[in-house]
């Protein structure tokens, strides 16, 4: 049986709209996660007080600023968080966990069409998120994309020609980690045309999953966020 979408009726116009076939909205979504098998929860608010360490965040081109002690403590004690941003709200939370937004990317050498607004990424090392890319056309296309620089310590797993300008980072902290894309674009209906970027979505959605069936939550960019996590509460060990 194909996973679920679940998403409550959208309260804005097509921009990022979980059910808009415009090519700003992302129905097309709906094939990539069932591709995937992973059961999508499109979330217009976001509760601390209501997310386990089992929970996927994804939090889309946020509009409002990530809180970095809720997120932080999710991610220490175990959760795993995915910011797909070019120029929202997440700096500050993406800075304190050592990856740094560049406004833009300078130097590259490859774009769709010769417009310096899509460029062309080709992945050069072997990478869970790069799975089946090959087949799909071997690379990704940005549109209009940011770039980021990270501190030592954290994964570049995906740059551009400049080997210091990154398009997806990963930096691993405590039990969990966060994973950054410089393109919250790369959702919409427009992109998802395009296979490589299809791919990476679809590898984007599995690449924490530990579970079946694996769901991700998708945190909207209008959505508000509130109240406290909750980390777990550790077992003792069993007495001798």
Same mark, same amino acid.
């Given at each position: ?20 076939t %415009? ?12 591709? %995937? #098998? ?5 979330n ?13 965040? $994804? ?25 797909? +941003?070019?120029?929202g ?7 304190n966990v ?18 310096? +607004? ?6 050069t ?10 087949? %799909? ?9 940011? %770039?980021?620089?990270? +501190?030592?310590g954290?994964?570049a ?16 902290i405590?039990d ?6 410089a393109?919250?674009?790369? $959702? ?17 959605? #599995?690449?924490? *999953?530990?579970?079946?069936? *694996? ?8 959505a ?8 777990p ?8």
């Amino acid at each position: 049986m194909a996973p679920a979408l679940l998403f409550p009726s959208s309260g804005y116009g097509n921009d990022y709209a979980p059910t808009s076939t %415009a090519w700003d909205g992302m129905s097309a979504l709906v094939e990539t996660a069932r591709e %995937a #098998r992973v059961r999508l929860e499109y979330n217009h608010q976001l509760d601390w007080a209501e997310v386990s360490t089992d929970d996927i965040l $994804f939090f889309l081109y946020p509009e409002t600023p990530i809180d970095e002690e809720q997120a932080g403590t999710f991610v220490r004690h175990g959760g795993h968080v995915v910011v797909v +941003d070019d120029h929202g709200a997440s700096d500050p939370f993406l800075a304190n966990v050592g990856i740094h937004r560049l406004n833009a990317f300078e130097g590259h050498d490859e774009f769709l069409h010769d417009d310096e +607004d899509f460029p062309v990424l080709t992945p050069t090392q072997r990478h869970f998120l790069f799975f089946n890319l090959p087949e %799909a056309g071997g690379s990704v296309i940005g549109n209009y994309p940011s %770039a980021f620089q990270v +501190d030592p310590g954290v994964d570049a797993i995906l740059t551009y020609a400049n080997p210091e300008q990154v398009f997806i980072a990963e930096a691993t902290i405590g039990d969990g980690a966060v994973l950054a894309v410089a393109d919250g674009s790369l $959702f919409i209906n427009e992109m998802q045309r395009h296979h490589g970027d299809k791919q990476l979505v679809a590898n984007l959605f #599995r690449y924490y *999953c530990r579970r079946e069936p *694996c769901k991700v939550r998708v945190v909207l960019p209008h959505a508000e966020h509130q109240g406290v996590f909750t980390p777990p509460v550790e077992e003792p060990p069993d007495s001798l």
